[in-house]
Nanobody, 124 residues
Framework: QVQLVESGGGLVQAGGSLRLSCAASGRAFSGYDMAWFRQAPGKEREFVAV????????SYADSGEGRFTISRDNAKNMVYLQMNSLKPGDTAVYYCAADPSRGFGTRTYNYPYWGQGTQVTVSS
């Protein structure tokens, strides 16, 4: 079992940056693949980025490729999402998710554990 708490969201102008953080409880965190998803109003939750349990491999949705960077610090039980060159289309609630099966998945059903989300709003 792992509990996830996101932070770092807020209001930013287009072109700005934000760094989201996800604090995880539980000693097994370092063995989980971790991902970020987002959900805009009226839309389905979508994949943003994933990082392997070891931190050595990452993957991104096309929408964030080159602008977003996912990272983790297993010693601190933390996962981060650095978001640069933000656009109004990035406005959404951002969720941290954990997968103990290490499937490196991009679908919501791959992840049994979720945080409560943090709001990111990008103004034009």
């Amino acid at each position: 079992q792992v509990q996830l708490v996101e932070s770092g969201g807020g209001l930013v102008q287009a072109g700005g940056s934000l760094r989201l953080s996800c604090a995880a409880s539980g000693r097994a965190f370092s063995g989980y693949d971790m991902a970020w998803f987002r959900q805009a109003p009226g839309k389905e939750r979508e994949f943003v980025a994933v990082i392997r349990w070891s931190g050595g491999t990452t993957s991104y949705a096309d929408s964030g490729e080159g602008r977003f960077t996912i990272s983790r610090d297993n010693a601190k039980n933390m996962v981060y999402l650095q978001m640069n060159s933000l656009k109004p289309g990035d406005t959404a609630v951002y969720y941290c998710a954990a997968d103990p099966s290490r499937g490196f998945g991009t679908r919501t059903y791959n992840y049994p554990y979720w945080g409560q989300g943090t709001q990111v709003t990008v103004s034009s």
